[in-house]
C-alpha cells in the first residue's frame, strides 16, 4: 500500500491551501483516513481524521474552524482543506489511513506559512 500527498508549499498568512493524498495498491477501503503534522522540534499531531464513509470527523482543537477534511470519490482519497493560515500551522504535514489493521503513512508534504 502506498499513500502520497500533494498540494503543500508557501502561503501567506490568511491563506489556503488544499493537500490530497491518494492511496493505491489495496482493494480494500480505509477504516480512518487523516492527517498528521510535525513542526520542528515537535512531535507529530494529528489535525483531523474521518471515519468509516466521511460521516464522523475529529480536528484539533487548533484547527477547528479553519481546516476541512473529506473523502474524495476516489477509493481511499483523503483532502484536507486549509483556509485562514497562520505561522503556527508550518509543518510537514503527513495523510495516514488504517486499512483493516494496519496503518499505513505517506512521505509528508511541507506546509509554510509567512507572516
Known amino acids: 500500500v502506498q499513500l502520497q500527498a500533494f498540494g503543500g508549499g508557501l502561503v501567506q498568512a490568511g491563506g489556503s491551501l488544499r493537500l490530497s493524498c491518494a492511496t493505491s495498491?489495496?482493494?480494500?477501503?480505509?477504516?480512518?483516513m487523516g492527517w498528521y503534522r510535525q513542526a520542528p522540534g515537535k512531535q507529530r499531531e494529528l489535525v483531523a481524521n474521518?471515519?468509516?464513509?466521511?460521516?464522523?470527523?475529529n480536528y484539533a482543537d487548533s484547527v477547528k474552524g479553519r481546516f476541512t477534511i473529506s473523502r474524495g470519490n476516489a477509493k481511499n482519497t483523503v483532502y484536507l482543506q486549509m483556509n485562514s493560515l497562520k505561522p503556527e500551522d508550518t509543518a510537514v504535514y503527513y495523510c495516514?489511513?488504517?486499512?483493516?489493521?494496519?496503518?499505513?503513512w505517506g512521505q509528508g508534504t511541507q506546509v509554510t506559512v509567512s507572516s
Open positions: 495516514n489511513v488504517i486499512i483493516v489493521t494496519i496503518t499505513y
Open positions: 495498491g489495496t482493494a480494500f477501503t480505509a477504516n480512518f
Open positions: 474521518i471515519v468509516g464513509g466521511g460521516n464522523s470527523t
